[in-house]
């Protein structure tokens, strides 16, 4: 069955906006690994508008499940990395002053300093996994590069509201999907995945883990995140 990561970083948008303690996001992860989460997912970004280094050293030490760091690939996260040691890097592009993640990497124009970053943290024994948009020269450069995973972006396919563009978003998924399974790379998926979006990107079984965080959490504000996580579980199923 397609795996569930939960991205708990919008638990510490809520904290950040007061600069309080409370929500945790420690404990969020704790809960939702409870509820059945598959691993937990935050990212640690340049500004520290949400995870901050103490929420991913504490993580570290009580995720039970899988810990996935999403980060810049710039020298400062690449040594917090190596310091940490989470079971996954995703790799992912960052704006300061975009909202959330825009779009995907390009790796097929910066090939040789991303065959550096992914040889950087495959020597520490960390799995890599590159965030790309569904093109088929992303997938082949995250395999020329070496990346253990690609994450495909599933922003475009959940923002489209037409049922053309809904269509030419998912067949891009599923020639992203079925190139990167040819070259052996492992497949996760993400980004605007939601209760009513979420089944059809979860019917493609080459795709290991979904990951998910700002509809999740959205949700847990108004029915508890041990239910919003076993509803979106169900749903996966
Ligand atoms: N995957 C990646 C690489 C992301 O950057 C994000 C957002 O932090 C997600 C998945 C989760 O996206 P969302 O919050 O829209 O579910």
Not at 130 to 141: E, H, M, R, S, T
Not at 208 to 235: C, D, F, H, P, T
């Amino acid at each position: 069955m397609t795996r569930l990561g939960v991205n708990v970083d919008h638990v510490a948008t809520v904290r950040e906006a007061r600069r309080t303690k409370y929500p945790d996001p420690v404990t969020a992860a704790t809960i939702a690994e409870l509820a059945g989460a598959d691993g937990i997912i935050v990212h640690l970004r340049e500004d520290r508008r949400h995870i901050q280094d103490r929420d991913l050293e504490i993580l570290r030490k009580t995720v039970e499940t899988k810990l996935n760091l999403e980060m810049a690939a710039t020298q400062e996260m690449i040594k917090t990395a190596l310091d940490i040691k989470p079971d996954m890097v995703t790799l992912v592009p960052e704006r300061r002053e975009e909202l959330t993640t825009e779009g995907g990497l390009e790796v097929s124009l910066n090939l040789e300093a991303f065959k550096k970053y992914v040889h950087l943290l495959q020597e520490a024994e960390l799995m890599v996994s590159l965030f790309i948009d569904p093109d088929l020269d992303q997938v082949k450069a995250a395999h020329r590069v070496g990346a253990d995973y690609i994450e495909i972006h599933t922003g475009r396919y959940s923002e489209v509201r037409s049922r053309t563009q809904m269509e030419e978003e998912f067949t891009k998924i599923i020639n992203a999907v079925k190139m990167a399974e040819k070259l052996g790379l492992g497949i996760n998926a993400g980004h605007g995945l939601n209760y009513q979006n979420v089944g059809r990107i979860a019917s493609i079984k080459e795709i290991e883990e979904l990951n998910i965080g700002q509809s999740i959490i959205a949700r847990a504000v108004l029915v508890g995140l041990e239910q919003a996580v076993r509803e979106m579980k169900e749903l996966i199923k």
